[in-house]
């Protein structure tokens, strides 16, 4: 029976690139957990009225975006945030620039519409 031999690096080049994987890991997951927490944090600052410029200042570039016309030719616009790491987003929505409502629960109440797009998955 052959043995290979082994050398002192082998296992020194193993655990770098077990400790770099787990360093990225906790990198990315670190970076979402701080994103989602800020954007909870910036959802209580939000206030009816506010221009989509000082949204976006405020809460950041949102994950997604839809626009569309709504009834009486108002520009629509929906910008989705996260607010968790399991993929949940919550709505901003927007009328011709103004901010008149968030959250899941006004979205559907306001454009019940079934066309109107969901939170990204």
């Not at 082998?10 to 890991?25: A, N, P, Q, S, Y």
């Not at 910036?42 to 839809?66: A, H, I, R, Y």
């Not at 790491?85 to 306001?110: C, F, M, N, S």
Request: charge should be positive.
């Amino acid at each position: 029976m052959i043995h290979k031999k082994r050398m002192p690096g082998d296992r020194v080049e193993k655990f770098t690139l077990i400790f770099m994987i787990c360093i990225f890991g906790f990198l990315i997951t670190g970076c979402g957990v701080w994103k989602v927490n800020r954007n909870i944090k910036n959802l209580n600052e939000l206030k009816f009225g506010m221009t989509k410029k000082e949204v976006v200042n405020l809460m950041g570039t949102p994950s997604q975006s839809v626009g569309f016309e709504g009834s009486g030719g108002k520009a629509i616009e929906i910008l989705f945030y996260s607010i968790s790491l399991r993929g949940d987003h919550a709505p901003l929505v927007l009328e011709d620039g103004i901010l008149v409502g968030w959250g899941d629960d006004y979205r559907k109440q306001r454009l019940p519409n079934p066309s109107i797009p969901e939170a990204p998955t």
